[in-house]
């Protein structure tokens, strides 16, 4: 891979981090209620994912489930369900930026709980067809002929991972700092049902994503 393609593939990549999406949406929740370094875990989970879509996409597997009407719907349901189920959850959930000791309790929960952060953050990115959809339909781009494709792939995972590391943990801060403001039971509340709407909003949407080709 040259120089000019991986200046344009790292443009891309930066772009795909910055665009509001669940990732973004989960980093800010949990760096939110856990703080950026508990929140680590739920990114390199999201990394995970994030691996897994690129595999599959540049095995040419991604390209079966854009063809076929079974997986690719599959898929979809699947990771549109997982949207709503974070969002029901979130909505419900009580914890919050709280004054005094809520705070900490939240923080000592989240201690115990890293794998349960990775794989929110792995099925988040894992489970989201638009992302096949989108590497699918982006990586045969930056793919250069004549080239061994495996060095070519794993420039691009190498790139994209740093990439989103770096933006997912600036959500989190964001998240965290958001910690500052919301202090009472009622922006606790709005907190927690305005992030669970989006993600609900978000499972929802995928239900109307369509295969690349189909009418």
Known sequence: MDSQTWIAFAMASLLISLSPGSGAILSI?????YGVRATSATIWGLQAGLLGVL???GLGVGSLLVASETAFLLLKVLGALYLIYLGVKQWRSRHGMLEGHAVEDALKEARGGWGQRFMAGMLTNLTNPKGIVFMVAVLPQFLQ????????LLIMAAT???TDI????????SGKALRRLLV???AVRWQNRSFGAVFMLLGVS???????GAA
């Open 29 to 33: 929740s949990h760096g939110s209620v």
């Open 55 to 57: 595999l599959v996409a």
């Open 145 to 152: 002929p004549g080239r061994p494709v495996a060095i070519q």
């Open 160 to 162: 994209m991972v740093l």
């Open 166 to 173: 770096v933006v997912m943990h600036g959500y989190a801060f």
């Open 184 to 186: 009472t039971p009622r």
């Open 206 to 212: 995928l239900f109307f994503v369509q295969r690349r």
